[in-house]
């Protein structure tokens, strides 16, 4: 799995001009699932995710994790975070997962999350996403497992 993580003030995703997700502080979270992920992956990545310390404390450190500060994850479905740009100028998404095996390592990763307490809100799995986010920071890293 791949994860790009973005520290965010606000977001939300739209679908058909109607927000499906919409949270305040946290983070929103593209979702990459490649053939060999596993739910094991899914649980790793959550864990990480909830626990990630890039929110600042009172001494403007990043000592807080998501968690600490009470944040929210907006959850979108990302298969290009597979896309290879290596060779030509057309990526290759061949190491991205299909579908069905895709979706349902996205919704458990989605899943593990919410029972550490984490709220999710996400985008709609496979459809054409306009996502709008406050980059807080900003604050991007890439996780894999």
Same mark, same amino acid.
């Given at each position: 799995? !791949?994860?790009?993580?973005? !520290? =965010?003030?606000?977001? %939300?995703? +739209?679908?058909?001009?109607? #927000?499906? *997700?919409? #949270?305040?502080? *946290?983070f929103v979270v593209l979702v990459g699932v490649t053939h060999?992920?596993?739910?094991?992956?899914?649980?790793?990545? @959550?864990?990480?995710?909830?626990?990630?310390?890039?929110?600042?404390?009172?001494? *403007?450190?990043?000592?807080?994790?998501?968690?600490?500060?009470?944040?929210?994850?907006? =959850?979108?479905?990302?298969?290009?975070?597979?896309?290879?740009?290596?060779?030509?100028? !057309?990526? %290759?998404?061949?190491?991205?997962?299909?579908? *069905?095996?895709? =979706? @349902?390592?996205?919704? @458990?990763?989605?899943?593990?999350?919410?029972?550490?307490?984490v709220k999710v809100e996400t985008g709609v799995f496979g459809?054409?996403?306009?996502?709008?986010?406050?980059?807080?920071?900003?604050? +991007?890293?890439?996780?894999? =497992?």
């Amino acid at each position: 799995m !791949r994860l790009v993580v973005q !520290r =965010s003030k606000e977001a %939300n995703v +739209t679908v058909d001009g109607k #927000i499906t *997700g919409s #949270i305040t502080k *946290g983070f929103v979270v593209l979702v990459g699932v490649t053939h060999e992920d596993r739910e094991e992956d899914a649980a790793f990545l @959550a864990g990480k995710v909830a626990n990630l310390r890039v929110f600042e404390d009172d001494a *403007g450190k990043m000592n807080l994790s998501l968690m600490d500060v009470g944040g929210e994850v907006l =959850s979108v479905s990302q298969f290009t975070l597979y896309g290879d740009c290596r060779k030509g100028r !057309r990526p %290759n998404f061949m190491e991205a997962a299909k579908p *069905g095996h895709a =979706s @349902a390592i996205y919704d @458990a990763f989605n899943r593990f999350l919410e029972e550490k307490g984490v709220k999710v809100e996400t985008g709609v799995f496979g459809a054409m996403m306009d996502v709008q986010l406050t980059n807080d920071g900003p604050v +991007t890293l890439i996780i894999e =497992s």
